[in-house]
């Protein structure tokens, strides 16, 4: 069927009656409990990703740069002295253990 044809086909359909409510049956706009449970799910689920996704971007260091890393170790060791918010303390422990 070519490009033609099929514009004239939809062109000479007629037009709906005046009782057709056009695809909004009786039901059209109901949402069921079921949905609503659905979206509280979602939501909840995205909380918890939202709230991991914080903790493992709060480990990730600063730079990749090994010089620019050794510049910024005594700053990060006083950061786990006063315990700031945010740092993990003890990683300096685990990391000297290693052998480094």
């Keep these: 069927m070519s490009a033609q044809q099929t514009v004239a086909l939809v062109l000479a ?39 991991s996704m914080t903790k493992h971007l709060k480990r990730v260091p600063v730079t990749f740069d090994e010089k620019r890393a050794e510049a910024a170790a005594p700053a990060r060791a006083v950061r786990e002295e006063t315990g700031e918010p945010g740092e993990r303390t003890g990683e300096s422990e685990k990391d000297d253990s290693t052998g480094s």
């Design 13 to 51: 359909q007629a037009p709906p009656s005046p009782n057709d409510p056009g695809g909004q049956g009786e039901d059209f706009g109901k949402s069921s409990p079921v949905g609503l449970l659905l979206l509280v799910v979602f939501a909840i689920a995205v909380v918890f990703l939202v709230r």
